[in-house]
Every structure is written in C-alpha cells, then in structure tokens.
C-alpha cells in the first residue's frame, strides 16, 4: 500500500511540475495561451499565396499534424518562401499551433 501511495505521489508531482503543452510558444499561461507570432524571415518578396497547417497536443501525452514549412508550402504551391507565422492556443492542456507559410 505505501509503495502505491509513494507511486501515486511521483506521478503527480511529475505531471505538475511539467507542462501541459509541449508545443513552441514564446510565452505560455498555465490555464490560458494565445500568442500569434513570427517563427522566421527570408529576404524573399511577399506574394498573396499562403498555406496552414495544425497540429495538436492533449495534455503533453498525445500529439498529431504536420505543420513542417515544405509540406505547408507545397500545399499552397509555394516556391520561394518570405515569412512564416505562428498561433499557439493552449486551454487547460487541450493545446494546437497553427503555422501559415506565406510566399510566391
């Protein structure tokens, strides 16, 4: 019974004292994140062509999307890429980040 206990007790205090969502933010609130940013510049100029992509992560445990900038570029029919733009959303350990690559 006490190694249960002391079981339980390691569990907990691993799940509390490490994150809920395990996806790229500058900044991260505990019950609440929103934080649209930029993830990276070329010299390239803009065009109107952009692509998204999703990923999600549920409680740290599972995760699934391919938010890669290739695949997100070459769905939107993107050769040369000029900035890429993130949204990270977090509530309550529900968390997903949405990239758009945009270009020519």
């Given at each position: 019974?006490f190694?249960?206990?002391?079981?339980?007790?390691?569990?907990?205090?691993a799940?509390?004292?490490?994150?809920?969502?395990?996806?790229?933010?500058?900044?991260?609130?505990?019950?609440?994140?929103?934080?649209?940013?930029?993830?990276?510049?070329?010299?390239?100029?803009?065009?109107?062509?952009?692509?998204?992509?999703?990923?999600?992560?549920i409680?740290?445990?599972?995760?699934?999307?391919?938010?890669?900038?290739?695949?997100?570029?070459?769905?939107?029919?993107?050769?040369?890429?000029?900035?890429?733009?993130?949204?990270?959303?977090?509530?309550?350990?529900?968390?997903?980040?949405?990239?758009?690559?945009?270009?020519?």
């Open positions: 019974m190694r249960m206990l002391m079981l339980a007790s390691a569990l907990a205090l799940l509390t004292t490490t994150g809920c969502l395990t996806v790229a933010t500058p900044a991260q609130g505990a019950i609440y994140t929103e934080v649209n940013w930029t993830m990276h510049v070329t010299g390239n100029e803009v065009d109107v062509k952009s692509a998204s992509g999703t990923a999600w992560s409680f740290g445990a599972v995760a699934f999307g391919d938010i890669t900038v290739e695949s997100l570029a070459a769905q939107g029919g993107i050769t040369k890429v000029h900035h890429v733009d993130a949204l990270t959303k977090n509530v309550l350990g529900i968390g997903w980040i949405t990239v758009t690559v945009y270009g020519e």
